[in-house]
């Protein structure tokens, strides 16, 4: 069975960086969509709001980056507006979202040229499977814990753009936690009247590593799972 059915623009893209020729990743474009997606960066965190259909979407598009190691998932949405409240000490910075698999090497510093560089791309329709992503208690979390374990995320940016890169595992046994939301939201919202949102929390790297990642991004990244808000 199928989560539903989402649109996505493939375009063809090729990037030369320091004399090498990454090879030629399919680029998945997520078209807009009527649930609710808003990314910032707090410059302490990352902050991800997404309503139910919002919360579907991610779902769909994180089992497309597991199943496609070769291409980026591309999630076009720092022009939409997150909801009110929230904490930052500064002014946040909106973000779009790639997702791609680790062993693609895509280098984040190449992307703002390639994005100039996108047309349009051919519209498509994609589905996918509904236990492609575990559901939350089907995943063995404490061995996330492991110092042997590898198949963490890693976050890097560029061009206001958050790259979440890694395994196909990563991306199915992380996902549970989107699953979680997207099963125990609607149910949580009446609990959390003053934030107004329930939220997960991915990070990049070993929980035994360091709290940004190597390229100063920061290393948590907490999605809310929220009532649809003006837009």
Known sequence: MA?????????????????R?????LMLRAEPGPGRLALRDDHYWLSMYADGVGTAQLIALWSLAASSAHSLVYLPIRANRAPGGGESESEPVMLDLVLAHHSLQFP??????????????????ASTPDD??????????ARHWYREYRDHFDFDSAAHTLFTKGSARAFREYGAELRLLADDGPAQLQYVSETGYFDVELDHGSPHGRSRSPWNVPGSLYIHYCAPWPV
């Open 108 to 125: 984040a510093s190449s992307w703002k040229g390639v994005r100039a560089r996108l047309g349009r791309g051919a519209p498509h329709t």
């Open 21 to 25: 020729r990454i090879p030629r990743p």
């Open 3 to 19: 989560t539903g059915l989402f649109a996505v623009a493939l375009v063809l893209a090729t990037v030369i960086t320091a004399g």
């Open 132 to 141: 492609d992503i575990p559901g939350y208690a089907d995943i063995d979390h």
